[in-house]
């Protein structure tokens, strides 16, 4: 087998790398260990930047996501008893953010590029990174019982945290930045409408609580728990309860709760490997770093690597030219960057810390009050949240 590009990984990163490289008339081949009914259905993140949306709506891929995607034009803080509202319109104008399934995006990127007659094998296995450092690299891998060579001119490895490509790369190339929190997610997909037209992020004694939404009729949640918090020790009643003591602070403002659909431990993480390149292997999305979900930022930096990592290639097939590509891993660490510190500023900002004394949560809550009372707070927490356009 013979492509330009071979993109391991069908998540979001490796589907729209492919879209892209399709619209610039670059050849590519995409295969994933997983079903295409796992892929479609795996829920994952849900929040899309400005850049995101606009990228997705200008390459043909808005048709569902301007009908079913929820627009929202602030976040809500609460803490103290009261509602705080960050007003993206007011803040940021002209910007938002769009409430839009990452299963959703995923589904209407493997629809275009099959209706494209692009190739995406899935089900295969024991995927091989072959000579990433030559001139020719090649990915070998079991499909239907027989091994195959998919020789090409250039690998992306957009295969996630626990993928093959990052693994690839000899010891020694990569330098490794990590942080674990103390505390993880417990995540709940509920049959019931929204309780607020917009995210809640809530800061409480008891722990950290975010109310979420995918969808009109669908509500997501999550509370603050121990990393090795056990799920079975969480029948929905309990749930339920906790996420009431920890939203319900606010007069009058009441927790509609309906029947569990999903209930899941997210760890809680930052990972950074630098570079994002060795060779002709190109690494994007959590294959090359990871971020606290807190700030919403993993798929809509996964979206911006694979659009500079576009720009590379095409630069390359038309005239040969290396500069983009050469500065593929720079350029895309700027942003990383940027978003692992707000990511890591909303996550310490908004959690309890087991070992957080009196002085500590005076500070955090002297934050809070700051970024809820201060105008350019408040525009920095809007135009992080959004997206920065200028990184």
Not at 145 to 167: N, S, W
Not at 322 to 336: A, F, I, K, Q
Not at 339 to 358: A, I, P, R
Request: net charge negative; glycine share 10%; proline share 5%.
């Amino acid at each position: 087998m013979r492509t330009q590009v071979g993109i391991v990984g069908a998540g979001p990163a490796g589907l729209l790398l492919s879209h892209l490289l399709h619209l610039r008339g670059i050849d590519s081949v995409v295969i994933e260990t997983r079903s295409r009914d796992y892929v479609e259905k795996r829920v994952r993140a849900g929040v899309l930047e400005q850049g995101t949306v606009d990228t997705l709506v200008a390459t043909g891929l808005g048709d569902r996501l301007l009908q079913e995607g929820l627009v929202h034009h602030g976040i809500e803080l609460r803490f103290g008893g009261r509602p705080h509202r960050i007003a993206f319109d007011r803040l940021v104008p002209g910007r938002a953010i769009t409430v839009y399934g990452q299963q959703e995006v995923v589904k209407d990127l493997i629809a275009a590029r099959l209706a494209a007659g692009g190739q995406i094998l899935f089900e295969v296995s024991d995927v091989v990174p072959q000579d990433i450092s030559a001139a020719h690299p090649a990915i070998s891998f079991t499909r239907r019982g027989e091994r195959h060579r998919l020789d090409c001119d250039f690998i992306a490895g957009c295969d996630g945290f626990h993928g093959v490509c990052r693994q690839a790369i000899p010891d020694g190339v990569l330098t490794v930045f990590d942080r674990e929190y103390p505390f993880g997610w417990l995540g709940v997909l509920a049959d019931v409408p929204p309780s607020s037209p917009e995210l809640i992020y809530a800061h409480s004694d008891r722990g950290f609580a975010l109310h979420s939404m995918r969808s009109p009729s669908l509500s997501r949640f999550y509370l603050q728990v121990s990393p090795d918090e056990d799920v079975a020790k969480w029948p929905d009643e309990r749930f339920w309860d906790e996420l009431r003591a920890r939203l319900e602070t606010v007069p009058g403002w009441h927790l509609r709760a309906g029947p569990v659909l999903e209930k899941i431990m997210a760890p809680m993480r930052s990972f950074v490997a630098e570079p994002m390149r060795y060779g002709r292997l190109y690494l994007a999305g959590d294959a090359a770093h990871i971020v606290p979900p807190t700030g919403a930022k993993g798929l809509n930096l996964a979206a911006f690597d694979v659009g500079v990592l576009t720009e590379g290639l095409a630069a390359w097939y038309a005239d040969g030219s290396t500069e983009l590509l050469d500065g593929y891993s720079d350029t895309c660490l700027r942003r990383v960057w940027r978003v692992q510190h707000f990511s890591w500023w909303m996550t310490t900002l908004l959690h309890t810390f087991d070992d957080q004394d009196g002085y500590d949560r005076r500070l955090q809550q002297s934050h809070l009050e700051y970024v809820c009372s201060s105008e350019a707070a408040a525009t920095s927490l809007a135009e992080n949240y959004v997206g920065l356009a200028h990184v």
